[in-house]
């Protein structure tokens, strides 16, 4: 590897953190999904996911040693049981892979934007070239065998207009339509959520500790909430609501996963979640489009936060790296 001088700076080391404990988690998961998927297709794009998740994991272990960083503990064989019969039927592993390769394009692209070191960039580009890549395929897929549902249509525009009256974002009495981008956020929130609604119903399965149970509850719960608030939005606008994924989730009662895994997995989901709301948030230019927005950011917020507690009172939660404590080295605490 090529030696530098500059030295990390404080977004890069955070990104390479955060970067090999995701792919750390989508390696066991995708593990599972190959181990037991029969459709063909579907393993060839899981295999090409693996691929590159297995890769990442590498090269941040080889810029962590050069650079003398301990690297964060890895899950192990004992949190994925591969004996068990399957818990998803194959398309949910497609589904997957779609999920979170979007996840991981408008992720890493935030992570991209905040380095300078020129292995660095080069690297996190390369994440966010194959995770098109990966989205690519995978969204080909789902429309080769029907499951892959696209945003509402609208007519064409005939002429550009201007925004004459301050009017254009009350959300409130006599409302303009949705404009292309809200309905962008909204469809796929709408079906982020359904994704999520899935997880909720597999885990809500198989998971036996009371406390976790009631937390996925909870999540199934928020998702659902934002699916008919979001849905009856479209209904009022005559774009119609978008319509639920087929339940791609088995009868088996037996966990493939530990207790550890699927929180982590929450954790990470609630995190991305909150980076979308955010981006709809941005992009909406009506007022109660915004309103919803920050009441969903809100409840997953404090909806995380339980979710931290259950990791910090488990150990199950690694300290990202961080900043010393001047003020205790200067002996003034």
């Not at 090529?2 to 404080?10: F, N």
């Not at 394009?105 to 966010?128: E, K, P, Y």
Request: aromatic letters at 10%.
């Amino acid at each position: 590897m090529v030696s530098h001088t500059a030295r990390l700076s404080s977004s890069e080391i955070g990104g390479l953190w955060a970067i090999f404990l995701q792919e750390d988690m989508s390696i066991r998961l995708l593990e599972y999904f190959i181990h037991h998927n029969q459709d063909e297709e579907i393993k060839s794009v899981l295999e090409q996911a693996l691929t590159a998740s297995i890769s990442r994991i590498q090269q941040v272990t080889d810029i962590f040693k050069e650079e003398g960083i301990p690297l964060p503990d890895r899950l192990t064989d004992e949190d994925v049981d591969l004996s068990v019969p399957p818990l998803f039927y194959d398309t949910f592993a497609l589904s997957f892979v779609y999920s979170m390769g979007r996840m991981t394009m408008v992720n890493m692209g935030f992570v991209t934007a905040n380095v300078a070191r020129t292995d660095i960039l080069s690297f996190f580009t390369t994440i966010v070239k194959e995770s098109a890549t990966l989205y690519q395929n995978a969204t080909s897929l789902m429309l080769k065998k029907g499951i892959y549902d696209r945003p509402p249509m609208i007519p064409y525009p005939k002429k550009v207009e201007y925004i004459e009256k301050q009017s254009y974002i009350l959300g409130l009495g006599k409302k303009r339509p949705l404009n292309t981008a809200e309905i962008t956020e909204i469809f796929f929130n709408v079906e982020r959520n359904y994704f999520s609604i899935l997880i909720c119903t597999a885990f809500l399965q198989i998971v036996k500790d009371k406390e976790i149970r009631k937390y996925i509850k909870e999540g199934k719960e928020i998702s659902e909430k934002q699916i008919r608030v979001f849905n009856d939005l479209l209904l009022k606008e005559e774009l119609l609501g978008i319509k639920p994924t087929q339940m791609e989730v088995t009868d088996s009662q037996a966990a493939p996963f530990s207790d550890k895994l699927i929180v982590l997995l929450f954790h990470s989901l609630n995190a991305i979640d909150i980076t979308f709301l955010g981006h709809a948030l941005s992009l909406s230019m009506r007022t109660d489009l915004a309103a919803h927005y920050q009441k969903f950011i809100l409840e997953i917020l404090l909806y995380e936060e339980k979710g931290f507690t259950i990791m910090v009172n488990r150990s199950w939660l690694q300290m990202p790296p961080h900043a010393p404590n001047r003020r205790e080295l200067e002996g003034l605490t």
